[in-house]
């Protein structure tokens, strides 16, 4: 009887187990001596009935594959994917499950995509200065801080299993009291005057546990992003011998991840049997008082058991209340950190603007200009300069003498404190700020490629772009030279953040999108300091390319990338001490000349 069945990828037999024939056989229910059969046969013959026909009907959808009697594989429905019963999709065959089909899923689906969105609006939107103290602070990227209403593992389905779950028990409450007032209203009083004191307690405990639960949400977000550090900086970490150091500092913040958990589950879990307790008194109070009714004769012993069986339903909806609020309290927690990345300050709105026409010629200038970050610490102090059409401005200076401020200020990430911006003549602050930056290109020392193909990481600033265009643009900024050795070549997939490409052939890249888009301005803040002197000198040549007869701005910390310049300006402390050009500056014997004469020696050394 036994027999094989066999793979259906043609593997070779899978298990081996007895013969189901394709028909049920009359033997199956009957044979000779059937009515000498005991019942417990009878019902190992059911059993085995019923294994036949489900036999039948798997064979029949030729989806199955018996494993060892036990595991069943599904046929693919695409390449690399299974389907399960009950919309789950399943990977690989591995049984992974990767959420419901669109079909299956619950009208409140729509909720949190929408609050993520509101989300990414908010980041968006936000003022420039407020965006970097929320990705430092509030870790935009953190999945725990992120997922505001996390009440679960599917918090859309959750949230409208919590709102059944109280609109159902609001019901059964009303539907109680109504019920207990038609018995005897005197003990419905005394019913009642519970509720309040229910509620009252519920609040307490609550307002007991949230900070509980915020700090709970905050030490999860710090020990996710340690955890994450960890695992970027892990060649670091063992380099200069730091693991029993960052072990320490992960067991200190699970063990203070562990209290602040503790403390809000163990005060929250006083919720129920605090309201047990309540109940309980409640329903004691109930039999004290009607039996005393009952003795007096004022009240029949039916009502009194129907009152009790009335006030003891009443426990169990309050309590499931009060359950459903200690959930949303943790949602709450989690939610404050999101609300306040959507609180945050917002770029102004371009009221008095309007839609101007495009830069034709490029002149930009700075006019008595002053800006501060804090009130009372100015960091730009009448500031003047002209860039001419096609001129190229290099700014040079230490760290936090405001070169990327300058910059920051033309772009209207920041609004000035006084004085003016004119582009082609026109204040940028009657420019709105759309038009102004989409005229603007920037090639940053920070490249940033997202997950997809080279073509459409240098037309992503023209998705209208044409092949043609894009090729153009890759040979003038030397990208084709590296492209052709990949193995798909325009076509490769770029992966995440870049990482199948060095940082110079990143930085191409970058200059060949900057190059595509075609812009009137051109900013480049430190475009080289992160290549090769090899490669430096194909971006130097690529940006040379981009450069051409259009007013660019180069922030840059070696020098001898910007001899080239129309005009170089030494900041100091937020001023122009020096300007000229880089043969002026040297004969000056100034800052300037100080600044290249340190890094010239420097590198002869």
Not at 246 to 265: C, T
Request: glycine share 8%.
């Amino acid at each position: 009887m036994a027999w094989e069945v066999s793979d259906m990828s043609g593997n070779g037999p899978a298990c081996k187990m007895p013969r189901m024939p394709r028909a049920c056989p009359s033997s199956c229910l009957s044979y000779r001596g059937r009515r000498l059969l005991t019942s417990g046969r009878r019902r190992a013959q059911r059993r085995q009935h019923r294994l036949c026909r489900i036999r039948r009907r798997v064979m029949r959808q030729g989806d199955a594959v018996f494993r060892r009697g036990h595991r069943i594989a599904l046929r693919p429905q695409r390449k690399g994917q299974h389907r399960q019963a009950g919309g789950q999709r399943l990977v690989g065959g591995e049984g992974k499950r990767l959420g419901p089909e669109r079909g299956d899923q619950p009208v409140a689906d729509p909720v949190m995509p929408r609050q993520r969105g509101d989300v990414r609006r908010a980041v968006i939107a936000m003022h420039r200065h407020a965006a970097r103290q929320a990705v430092a602070g509030i870790k935009i990227a953190d999945q725990h801080q992120i997922e505001a209403a996390r009440l679960g593992a599917h918090p859309a389905q959750s949230l409208q299993q919590t709102m059944s779950q109280m609109l159902t028990s609001l019901l059964t409450v009303l539907g109680i009291i109504v019920m207990m007032l038609s018995l005897s209203p005197s003990l419905a009083v005394v019913v009642l005057v519970t509720i309040p004191i229910s509620v009252v307690v519920t609040g307490l405990i609550m307002k007991r546990s949230q900070r509980f639960f915020v700090e709970q949400w905050r030490l999860t977000g710090a020990l996710t992003s340690r955890v994450e550090e960890a695992f970027t900086g892990h060649d670091l970490i063992t380099v200069f011998g730091r693991r029993r150091e960052v072990d320490a500092a992960f067991e200190r913040g699970n063990q203070e991840l562990f209290d602040a958990g503790f403390g809000a589950q163990f005060i929250s879990g006083l919720i129920m049997p605090l309201m047990f307790f309540i109940g309980s008194l409640n329903y004691l109070i109930i039999a004290v008082i009607g039996g005393l009714r009952v003795a007096g004769g004022t009240m029949s012993l039916g009502s009194v058991q129907a009152f009790m069986s009335y006030a003891g339903q009443l426990t169990h909806p309050l309590s499931q209340l009060a359950s459903v609020a200690n959930l949303l309290q943790s949602g709450v927690a989690s939610a404050e950190r999101v609300f306040e990345l959507l609180d945050a300050e917002e770029e102004p709105e371009d009221q008095a603007a309007r839609s101007l026409p495009a830069v034709r010629r490029g002149r930009v200038e700075f006019d008595q200009v002053a800006f501060s970050y804090a009130p009372d610490a100015p960091l730009i102090r009448d500031l003047s300069l002209v860039a001419e059409p096609g001129h190229t401005v290099a700014i040079v200076g230490p760290t936090g003498a405001g070169k990327t401020t300058l910059v920051n200020l033309l772009m209207r990430f920041y609004d000035i404190d006084a004085g003016r911006i004119t582009l082609d003549g026109i204040d940028i602050t009657e420019m709105r700020r759309g038009d102004l930056r989409g005229q603007v290109g920037m090639v940053l020392q920070d490249t940033w490629l997202f997950e997809g193909t080279i073509r459409e990481n240098i037309a992503y600033g023209r998705p209208d772009a044409t092949d043609d265009e894009v090729l153009a643009a890759a040979r003038a900024t030397f990208v084709d030279r590296f492209v052709h050795h990949l193995p798909d070549q325009y076509d490769t997939v770029v992966a995440d953040e870049g990482g199948n490409l060095s940082a110079g052939e990143r930085q191409l890249i970058t200059i060949a999108r900057a190059f595509l888009a075609d812009p009137a301005l051109l900013i480049l803040d430190e475009a080289t300091s992160s290549v090769d002197t090899r490669t430096e000198v194909l971006v130097q040549h690529a940006m040379a390319a981009l450069r051409s007869d259009r007013t660019s701005f180069v922030i840059a910390h070696r020098l001898s990338t910007i001899r080239d310049a129309d005009l170089i300006l030494m900041m100091e402390d937020g001023q122009i001490v020096e300007r000229g050009t880089h043969d002026e500056l040297l004969a000056a014997d100034g800052a300037y000349a100080a600044l290249y004469e340190t890094q010239f020696t420097a590198a002869v050394a």
